[in-house]
Each structure stands twice: as C-alpha cells, then as structure tokens.
DNA sequence: GAGTCTCCATACAGTCCTGTATGGTATGGC
DNA sequence: GCCATACCATACAGGACTGTATGGAGACTC
C-alpha cells in the first residue's frame, strides 16, 4: 500500500465547502481564501478547478436552482390527493430539515438581496411554490382571490417561523397542526385524520 | 458671507450615510472607506467621529433598537380598541412605508443572521410585536394556543410579504383587508368596518 | 524512460480595507 | 495677537483578498 494515495480534490469538494460556508456565514464569506486554508490546499487548486470565484457562485446558485423546489411541488402534486393531504404533506416536509434545508433557502434569500440575478432565481421558485400550494386550494373550491391568498399566508407563515428560526418541538408542531389546518383553510381537519396524527 | 462657511460634518451625517448603504448593500458593506468616499471626505474625519468602525456598528443597532417596535406596539394597545381596530391598525401602520420601515427591519434580520448580539436585539423585538398582537387575541375571547398561534401567523405573513418584496398595489392590499381579517381571526368582519375602509 | 497530463504549490502584482500618527487650518476665547 | 480647540487631510503600516504566471511531483502512455 503505497503512502502517497494523492487524493485530489473534486470540483464537488469545492461547492460542498462553499455551501458550508454560504449556509453559516453568507455568501460574501464564501471566499477562495478561506475555502482553500478550509481544505487544507492552497488556491492554487482551486484556480485549476474554477477559472474564477464567480464560476464558483454561479455552480452554487445552480446547484440550487435544480435541487430545491422539486421536493416541494412534488409532495403536493400527487394525483388524488385531497387539501388536507396535500397541507399534511408540507408540514411532513417542512418538519425534518432534511428532507428541506431551511438554511440554505434562507441563505439564498440573503443573497438574492444583493444580487438581482440570484434575487430571480429565489423570485421564480417562490412562485412556483406558491403557485402549487393555490392550486390545491382552488381544486378544493376556494374562490381564486382567496385561494392564492391562503397559498401565501400558509407559505410565508412558514417561512416566517425558520426566518425567525422560532425553535419548536417537534411533537409540539404535530401537536398544532389541526389548529394550523384550521388557520389556514378556515375548514376543521377530520377526525380521523386528526387521530391518524403523531404516528 | 464668508466664503468659508465650514461646514462640518456631525456624528449623525456618518450614522445616516451608514444607514443608506445599510438598507440598500447590506452590513457588510458599511465600511469607513466608502461612506467617506461617499462623503467626499477622507477617513480622518471618521476616526475623529469614531473610535473605530464598530463603534459606528454598535450606534447603528442602537438606533434601530430605540425607534423601530415602539410605532407598532403603540399602535395596538390603545385603550379601548376591540381586536378589529387592532388588526386594522396593523393593516394601516404596514401599508406605508413611511412609519414602519421595512427594509430597516429586513436588513437588520440578514446582519443578525450572522452577529449573535444583533440576533438578540432582533430576537426581543419579534417578541415584544408578537407579544402585543397575541393580547389583542386574547382579548377577543380566543384560547391561549390560538391566541399565540394565530398571532404567529399574522406577524409571519407580514414579514413574508414583504420579505419577498412582494408587491401589491395599495388599493389591491386594502381591499384585501376583510380577506386577511377572516383567515387571521376565522371571524368576519363587521359590515359597518368594510363600508369605511378605503376612506 | 521520455513525454505528457493532472493536480497543486509558490511567488508576484495589485486592490481594498482598517487603524494610527501626525500635521494643517479655520474659529472663538481672552 | 496668541493659544487652544474642532475638524479634517496626509501618510504609513499591515492584513485580507483576487487573479495570474510558473514551477514541480506523481501517474499514465506508448
């Protein structure tokens, strides 16, 4: 077994530190420097991986871009669903963080703040989440006025709570979720349903 | 008239600039160097203001700390209101961007993302607003879990929307008042309240 | 086993930033 | 008219950062 396993550095090597740092610090802490004393190499990888430190934020912002909205629409948009297990299954989502990084959504959202293209992508995913989240509603026949405006209560109420990163227990949310059903349809949760909770 | 009228600058001119740049770039962008630039003045100036540019930090979280949860606190605990006028008032006080500066707010949330002593001031005034929009629930007759829930989830919407910037006309947004009071309260609001909005 | 390729180290140039030390200049007290 | 004071300019030291140019060591080819 020889000693010398050189064992280069991936250009994955390099996003993954630099989602690291994006998650903790923001992005403008995400920087070639501290990436590289990070990884134990000098920047000299990294210039070989990336031709610059923008090629790095673009791959982060795409890298986003595909991963985080899908699992979302998807819970949603399965066929047969009613709103109750459509509304069930974002507060399943929303529970584990991860299955969905709240931080990195929200670590986006700062960055979106200060650079328009990024300020685009997190707009376009917002709306097609929100857009997702109406549909449920009008399909249980909620007037298209206040079918998107519960979408976006219901969304920003969420987002609100890891914005705030208000730390409840987990039994403690299951436990609220027929009161949050009930905010935010204005219709009651069936009792079976309720009973079929915390299982 | 003298052509020399000197006129200096005060520690509050450096506190303004900072808040500018604060609101549109972020804390980070705060620097000594590009208020004087901006200033057209140099730095000397600055240190003679200042013992260092955390000094000028710190008065900033201070500022913030005094002005901003009073308007809305105040607004919601005058004596007599009932929980419609209470909600409404909240409806008024974020209609305009005047009284309750949002971008304030929201740049200050970023910054306390990653200062755990901005995080505590940000903290105390999430409680402190939610607190005071909590009594008038309570006040109403709701139970305490929903009182707080429901609480929760008119301050969030608000911070979502405005979070996400999203923009809504003000006509749009007041006629959407009767809407919101309904889901925020799962109550109706009074006929007479309706007929005198939009005055 | 010479040559090539991959991956990283080293060295240099240049920018932007903080903080400090010190000098300069108008202004008011006396 | 002298001096202190308030306010700012200038100059220097030093750190953190990006990007580029170039060298070097191991692995792979044929």
Redesign the pocket.
């Given at each position: 077994m020889?000693q010398?396993?050189?064992?280069?550095?991936?250009r994955g090597?390099w996003l993954e530190a630099a989602k690291r740092i994006l998650l903790t610090e923001g992005i403008e802490?995400?920087?070639?420097?501290?990436l590289?004393?990070r990884l134990?190499?000098?920047?000299?990888?990294?210039?070989?991986?990336f031709?610059?430190?923008?090629e790095l934020l673009d791959a982060l912002l795409a890298a986003w871009r595909r991963s985080n909205t899908e699992a979302l629409v998807a819970a949603i948009t399965q066929p047969g669903q009613d709103l109750e297990e459509r509304i069930l299954a974002l507060f399943r989502l929303w529970l584990d963080e991860d299955v969905f990084d709240h931080r990195l959504d929200t670590a986006l959202r700062d960055w979106g703040r200060k650079k328009p293209a990024v300020r685009q992508a997190v707009d376009e995913a917002d709306r097609r989440r929100i857009a997702a989240i109406e549909q449920g509603f009008l399909e249980a026949g909620f007037e298209p006025l206040e079918g998107r405006t519960r979408a976006e209560v219901l969304y920003f109420t969420q987002v609100g709570y890891y914005t705030h990163e208000i730390r409840i227990g987990r039994a403690e949310r299951i436990r609220r979720w027929p009161l949050f059903y009930r905010i935010f349809t204005g219709r009651t949760m069936s009792k079976a349903r309720v009973a079929g909770l915390e299982g």
């Amino acid at each position: 077994m020889v000693q010398s396993e050189r064992n280069f550095l991936t250009r994955g090597d390099w996003l993954e530190a630099a989602k690291r740092i994006l998650l903790t610090e923001g992005i403008e802490q995400v920087k070639v420097q501290r990436l590289a004393a990070r990884l134990k190499v000098t920047r000299g990888s990294f210039y070989w991986h990336f031709k610059s430190r923008q090629e790095l934020l673009d791959a982060l912002l795409a890298a986003w871009r595909r991963s985080n909205t899908e699992a979302l629409v998807a819970a949603i948009t399965q066929p047969g669903q009613d709103l109750e297990e459509r509304i069930l299954a974002l507060f399943r989502l929303w529970l584990d963080e991860d299955v969905f990084d709240h931080r990195l959504d929200t670590a986006l959202r700062d960055w979106g703040r200060k650079k328009p293209a990024v300020r685009q992508a997190v707009d376009e995913a917002d709306r097609r989440r929100i857009a997702a989240i109406e549909q449920g509603f009008l399909e249980a026949g909620f007037e298209p006025l206040e079918g998107r405006t519960r979408a976006e209560v219901l969304y920003f109420t969420q987002v609100g709570y890891y914005t705030h990163e208000i730390r409840i227990g987990r039994a403690e949310r299951i436990r609220r979720w027929p009161l949050f059903y009930r905010i935010f349809t204005g219709r009651t949760m069936s009792k079976a349903r309720v009973a079929g909770l915390e299982g």
